[in-house]
Structure formats: structure tokens, C-alpha cells
């Protein structure tokens, strides 16, 4: 349920209504949007006992109205808020707002050296993030599995090195603590969206969250996925489209540019594209990137690599260094023709 309110109520106007959906056995929140404040009510009510609350609240004078979520997503959903959210990872750095966020970064982690050459490269041609899987969720148990703790330290240095925050894969709920000091947002992969023991673990922690789509999930089972995240009380989420599993076979994946759109219109939650996992081939990754700008993400997260044929994972995908100065400079042109920006422009 959403309670809306005039533009300025009264703290005691608040505290009342909070109080009237928590005796109805909701959790409320309030928060304030520019055109008037906001408290939503989260939980089970019967029926007959919501009637009654909806027509008690729009009795009071300073309620403008009040609106129901008949969705199983809610606190995602743009009925709860209807400003696209910021989701800051650092001062100055944050995604949803009109400058788009650029990620960049090897597939894998796989030497101290590889990592902090190819994020200065990046940083260089205006990535404002590293990103390098050290923990790697591999469909073969015989392929390069990451380095893992040892990559995780690799991170910490090179964004220490760099200046760059880090975003990286957690796969299981009980390696967090581990990720604490090194990780800035944590990446949930494609295979781990529906994983709910590590969705509610990482709604817990105070540290936005990378959600990628399930390569066979719906945008309403994304939708779903975060709501599982916000719930538990972390509400930096942002979105990545990555693709889906459908027919075609010429590409890895299909890069669902409708996502993009439709994902803006249901949620208020950041979108970005991973136009790389997208399509599993180098060249077309420059082509969907401004294809994906143009349909209105808020930012892209992009596999590059010094020597795309010799990367332990995801080669065929990868960018080179030289490749990602052009999509920058590329996606400069098509971010102003949409009205946003680079933050290197
Ligand atoms: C990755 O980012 O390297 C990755 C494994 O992505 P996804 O979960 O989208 O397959
Ligand atoms: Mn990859």
C-alpha cells in the first residue's frame, strides 16, 4: 500500500499515518519524492481490513491518495517511487542519474600485472569502475574457476593503485565477509539471480548490488529477484541486462534491448547493459553498446582484456583497451543525442 501525502506534511502527520499502518500489521516507511512525501505500508492485510484502512487514510485531510501494488513486486516497483533511485558506490560516483556509469574491466582476474595494466588503460579512456571476477561461476568444472582470494587481494590493490571502486561475483552467501574490504558493489551473476539464501544475505549489507538477469529469467523474475534484495532492508540495487538464451545460436546470447525500456517504465531502480556476456562476440560489442545507450541505460559493463586470445575466460567477448577508447567515444555522440552524458565528455 502507498500513502500519498500533501507536498509538506507535519512530522506528527507522518508519525499518525505510520502508526495506522503499522497497527494493521504493516511495516511502513516514509521518504520524500519533489512533489510530495511517500509512506508505504509492506505486508499481508486481508481484504476487508485494507478497505478500511485505505478509506480511514483518505479521510485525512492531507492525504492526497492512496494506492495499492497488485504486483508480486513492490518496493522495486515505480508505483512505490517514481524517481529513478541513485545508487552512489563513492562519492561523486553514483548510477540513475543523467551521467551514465562506465564499467570496465577482463572477465577474470588472472594476474596482478593483467589487472592493474588494463584498468589504467581503462580508467585512461573514462571507465569510473573496474570490474575482474575473481570467483568465477564457470558451466565446466574443468574450465579456469578465478584465482580466487588471491584475485580478490589483485582487486583491492589495483583499486587502490588506480583509484578505481570494484565491482566483483560473489557466488555463496558465506564468502561475504570475504568480499567486505575489496568489493564497492557486489555482482550477483546471471546463474545466482534466483539464488535467494545469497539475495537476502546481501540485502543485509550496506553495499549497492549488482543484479544480472538470469540468462532464462523473465524481467518479472528479475523484478522479483531484487524486490528479494530491497526486502531485506538494501535498497542500491541496480539492474543489468546481459542477455537471454533464445533460438539463435550465432550469438552466445540475445541482448534484450526491450528489457531496457520496459525495465525503466516498472522499476525505479538503475538499468545498465552488459553488452558483452550480450552477445559473446568482440566485434558486436561496440554496435550494441550505443544501441543500449540509445534505448536509455543508465550505464554499461564491459569485458576488456590486453590479449583478448589468450584471456583465461570469455576471449571470444572481449574488447581490447584500444577497442574501448572508440566505444567510448562512440557512445559520447549517442549519450548526448539522448540527453546524457559521459563523464569524460
Ligand atoms: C561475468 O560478468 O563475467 C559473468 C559471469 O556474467 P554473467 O553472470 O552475466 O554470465
Ligand atoms: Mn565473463
Known sequence: ??????????????????????????????????????????????????????EQLEHLSYVDCVRQIDKPYRMVSREWKNETSLVTVRDGLAFGGKELVLIAGPCSVESHGQLLRTAREVKKHGAQMLRGGAFKPRTSPHFFQGLGLEGLQYLHEVSLETGLPVVTEVMDAQDLDMFETTADMFQIGSRNMQN?????????????????????????????????????????????????????????????????????????????????????????????????????ADGLIVEVHEEPQKALSDGRQSITPSEFSLLVERADAVACAVGRRLPCS
Request: charged content about 20%; some cysteine.
Open 1 to 54: 500500500m502507498i500513502v500519498i501525502l500533501e507536498r509538506h506534511p507535519s512530522s506528527t502527520q507522518i508519525a499518525d499515518v505510520c502508526r495506522m499502518l503499522a497497527d494493521s500489521g504493516l511495516d511502513a516507511s516514509a521518504w520524500q519524492e519533489p512533489a510530495c512525501t511517500v509512506i508505504g505500508g509492506i505486508g499481508t492485510i486481508e481484504a476487508g481490513a485494507r478497505d478500511a484502512l485505505t
Open 196 to 296: 535467494y539464501s545469497l539475495l537476502k544475505a546481501v540485502g543485509k549489507r550496506r553495499k549497492p548490488v549488482l543484479l544480472k538477469r538470469g540468462m532464462s529469467a523473465t524481467v518479472d523474475e528479475l523484478l522479483q529477484a531484487a524486490e528479494y534484495v530491497m526486502s531485506g532492508g538494501n535498497a542500491a540495487v541496480v539492474l543489468c541486462e546481459r542477455g537471454i538464451r533464445t533460438f539463435e545460436t550465432a550469438t552466445r546470447n540475445t541482448l534484450d534491448l526491450n528489457a531496457i525500456p520496459l525495465l525503466k517504465r516498472l522499476t525505479h531502480l538503475p538499468v545498465i547493459v552488459d553488452p558483452s556476456h550480450g552477445t559473446g562476440l568482440s566485434e558486436l560489442v561496440i554496435p550494441m553498446s550505443l544501441a543500449a545507450i540509445a534505448a536509455g
